[in-house]
Each structure stands twice: as structure tokens, then as C-alpha cells.
């Protein structure tokens, strides 16, 4: 039997018939409740005023005042905003016990009842009960993690970046993140839209590269039935999912043309067509677009559609890397020991000397993101009280730090020599083949998700205009 709340414990049941109030008060002890039973709507209201009752049920059909208007004045009286109303009907009175619900009841029963008709009845205001306070428990977290306060980010920049976001989420204005891969534009997108007034609707965020180009317009606008072949029924698009709300069109820059054209239609008219339908339809979606690569570089070059770009470009927000913002570290990783000792059920209580001298020597070039997993490769690693510095990832731990560079002729390690090693290998591929990963992974005879994985790993980014 599930917990039951304290205040949803209680129950008043309101009945002119005593046999009625006794056959409740019988059902509702036996199930864990604790009822208390009046005769009349006068005399609820007066027990209503002076105690706390998480359930209300009350007969329609009563002599003096009668149900529905006792409905009424609980619905009308602000102090009884979270009590739940039950209606009891008899002799066929659903439709009035459906108006009632129009009016404010939560739901109703008929009689005669089955006891445990009434009891499954309670039950499901407990699971709602339940559900509103663990929504309220997720906003409330959501709205901690996404305001200022909470982000890591001390250093000159980012409150830079905090203040601008404070005046720009109240309007509709587009907005254009750009910085390294890892350095938060998404943390940053969700930060917008939670401090907006569209906070209360759905923020949907799509990677545009790493969805196949022959599926992309129908994720982001939908399809028809019949469009193409396997569309056997039409198909809502991520822009219908987010109207009202915001979408965070992360790597922008891989849109392929003939999207880009799209793309600009929607946010100049706020209109988009599904595939396969001649008929456009309105939406209202705020747009936030990331990238890691430089759009205006790729405008020249005629990758990226000059007008897309101007319009994306109303309000850029430039997140700096973290080799920009040293000073943070510290508090980052206070920030992700906390994290992960909750994570990984550790105590620990920070890093060895060693290991704190390497991680604020080391250069960070997949950034925050990077940052974190290196913590977390740490923190699951290590049993003790400190992290040392071998349970760091390869590149953190080599003198000089960061793949690419030249290893120490006098470290002899085979575990940190083949990690630099493959570090060399993957950005020379990425280099030779214009950052194209599919075509990388055959020079380099590697899946693409252990490109993926490992480029994650050594903090491998994709070489400007590079793509899939």
C-alpha cells in the first residue's frame, strides 16, 4: 500500500444520510484514512474554517445547502485551493455529477458504491498529488541549476555573458551562441529559456549534425502521409513540438543548403511547411542556434547562406574557452567532486597536489566538457580520500599536456605513449580529410562511434568548416 501524504490523510465526507457517513468512515479507516463525517453543507464549511482536509466528499443531493453549492463556495474560497472535491450522485445523476466537475470537482462516484470503487478513486488523487509536487520539485531544480547564481562561472566573461542573458530572455529576439565545442552553449541556451516567459513550455533541442541530411527537414518540419517512401502516416516536426516554447538548433552551421532556405522562411515568417504539403502553417518558436565553426568564414566561402547568417546573428553571445577563463576551474571542479561523490556514493574531498597542479597546468581544449570527464574518470577510478593524479586521463597526466604535442622521451609509459599517439593520428586524419569524420574513420579503420568516443576523450575538435 503507497505512503499516504499526512494532509491527504485526512478526509471529510459531507452526507445527509447517516447510514451513507458510517459506511464511509468504515471504508476510509480500513484503507489508512482519517475521516471525519458531518450531516450537512453549513456545518462542513464551519470544519472547513477551522481544520485542514486534503479530500473533501459530498453528497449532490442534501437538504439545506446542497453539494453543488457547497462546490461552490470551497471553489470560491482561495484558502481551499488544494483540497480536492469528490461528488457522490444518486438516482442517475451523472450528468449533474459531470457538471460539477465542469465547476471545480475533482471527480465523482455514483451510489450505490463499492468500497473499492471509493478507495482506487482516493488512490488516484494521491498519485496527482504526487505527480504536482514532484513537477514542482523538477522546476524548482531546473530553476536552480539554470539561473546565474548557479552556473559556474565567476570570471569577467561569463558575468558578461549572465548580464546579457538577463536582458535579452524576456524577448524573441534569435539568438546566435558560438565557442568551442564543450564550452557550455547549450548550458547557456537552457539558461535563456528557463529565464524567459516561455520558460513554462518545452525547450527542444536538435543536433543538426547528427541527424542524416535525408531525414532532417522531416524531423525539424514533419512530413505528410505518403511523402516519401515509409511515411505511412503524417508526422508532427520538432518546430510544431517547440511552439510556444524555444529550439535550440545546436551546429547550425551543418544545415545542409537547401534547409538553410527553410530555416530563414521560418524566422522571418513564422511559418513552416511540412514535407510533402502545399499549405504552410504559423508557428511561434523562439530560436537559439549554437555552432563551432565561423559562420561569416563559411558565408565567404558559400557554405552558409549570407541572409540565414544576418538573421541568426541579431543577438551573438560568444562563450569563451576555459583556457580563457582559468580561474574557474577551482569552483568547476568543487562543483563536479559534488556531483560525482553523489554519482559514484564517494568521499572525496578533492584532488592531490599533484593532480590539482596538472589539471590547472593542463590546457583544456575540449574545454568545460572535458573538464567533466576527467572528473568523472577520477572520481570512479579513485577509492580514497583524494584523487590522484593517475587516475587522470592521459593527456592531463603527460608533462606539457594536451594531444599533439610532443611526448616525454623520458616517460616510458605504454598506456600514455598510445593515447598521445592516437591523439596525433585522429587530428592528422580530421586535418587530411577537411574534419569529414565518416571519411577520417576509413583512413583511420575505426567505427564511427569509437571516432566519437575518442575524439570526446582526448578533446578532439573538428577542424573549421570540417563537417560529418
Not at 55 to 68: E, N, Q, T, V
Not at 197 to 221: H, K, Q, Y
Not at 434 to 456: D, F, P, V
Request: aromatic share 6%; with cysteine; net charge negative.
Amino acid at each position: 500500500m503507497p505512503t499516504i501524504p499526512a494532509r491527504m490523510k485526512r478526509v471529510l465526507v459531507v452526507d445527509d444520510e447517516e447510514n451513507i457517513r458510517h459506511l464511509l468512515l468504515v471504508v476510509l479507516k480500513k484503507a489508512g484514512y482519517e475521516p471525519t463525517a458531518v450531516s450537512g453543507g453549513e456545518e462542513a464549511l464551519a470544519v472547513l474554517a477551522k481544520e485542514d482536509f486534503g479530500i473533501l466528499i459530498s453528497d449532490i443531493r442534501m437538504a439545506g445547502m446542497d453539494g453543488r453549492e457547497l462546490l461552490r463556495r470551497v471553489v470560491a474560497d482561495e484558502s481551499h485551493g488544494d483540497l480536492y472535491v469528490v461528488m457522490m450522485s444518486a438516482y442517475g445523476g451523472d450528468d449533474v455529477a459531470i457538471s460539477c466537475m465542469k465547476e471545480g470537482a475533482y471527480d465523482y462516484f455514483s451510489k450505490p458504491f463499492k468500497a473499492d470503487e471509493v478507495v482506487l478513486l482516493l488512490r488516484k488523487i494521491q498519485e496527482r498529488e504526487q505527480l504536482v509536487r514532484d513537477n514542482l520539485r523538477l522546476r524548482e531544480e531546473l530553476d536552480q541549476q539554470f539561473q546565474f547564481g548557479n552556473i559556474v562561472g565567476q570570471a569577467p566573461p561569463m558575468q558578461a555573458i549572465f548580464e546579457t542573458v538577463s536582458k535579452i530572455a524576456a524577448f524573441k529576439t534569435t539568438v546566435l551562441l558560438t565557442g568551442e565545442s564543450g564550452t557550455g552553449k547549450e548550458l547557456i541556451a537552457r539558461a535563456v529559456h528557463r529565464n524567459s516567459d516561455r520558460s513554462a513550455r518545452t525547450m527542444v533541442t536538435v543536433n543538426c549534425g547528427a541527424i542524416p541530411e535525408n531525414l532532417l527537414e522531416s524531423e525539424l518540419f514533419g512530413h505528410a502521409r505518403g511523402a516519401f517512401t515509409g511515411a505511412v502516416r503524417s508526422k508532427q516536426g520538432l518546430f510544431h513540438e517547440a511552439d510556444g516554447g524555444t529550439i535550440f538548433l545546436d551546429e547550425v552551421g551543418e544545415l545542409p543548403h537547401a534547409l538553410q532556405v527553410k530555416l530563414l522562411r521560418a524566422l522571418e515568417n513564422e511559418e513552416i511547411r511540412k514535407v510533402g504539403e502545399n499549405q504552410s502553417e504559423t508557428v511561434n518558436v523562439r530560436v537559439i542556434a549554437a555552432t563551432c565553426q565561423d559562420l561569416e568564414e563559411r558565408v565567404k566561402g558559400g557554405e552558409f547562406r549570407e541572409d540565414l547568417f544576418y538573421r541568426l546573428n541579431v543577438m551573438h553571445i560568444r562563450i569563451p574557452p576555459l583556457r580563457e577563463r582559468k580561474e574557474d576551474i577551482p569552483a568547476l571542479l568543487d562543483a563536479f567532486l559534488d556531483k560525482f561523490n553523489r554519482k559514484f556514493s564517494r568521499k572525496v574531498r578533492g584532488l592531490a597536489p599533484d593532480a590539482l597542479d596538472a589539471v590547472l597546468g593542463y590546457s583544456w581544449p575540449g574545454n568545460v566538457r572535458e573538464l567533466e570527464n576527467a572528473m568523472e574518470r577520477a572520481t570512479l577510478l579513485s577509492d580514497g580520500a583524494e584523487l590522484p593524479l593517475e587516475a587522470f586521463p592521459p593527456q592531463v597526466v603527460e608533462p606539457g599536456g594536451g594531444p599533439g604535442l610532443p611526448a616525454d622521451e623520458a616517460d616510458l609509459s605504454i598506456k600514455r605513449r598510445v593515447a598521445h599517439l592516437e591523439a596525433q593520428l585522429i587530428t592528422l586524419a580530421l586535418q587530411q580529410t577537411g574534419g569529414n569524420r565518416t571519411h577520417a574513420c576509413r583512413l583511420l579503420e575505426i567505427s564511427h562511434r569509437a571516432l566519437l568516443y575518442k575524439m570526446k576523450d582526448y578533446g578532439i575538435e573538428i577542424p573549421p568548416g570540417g563537417g560529418r
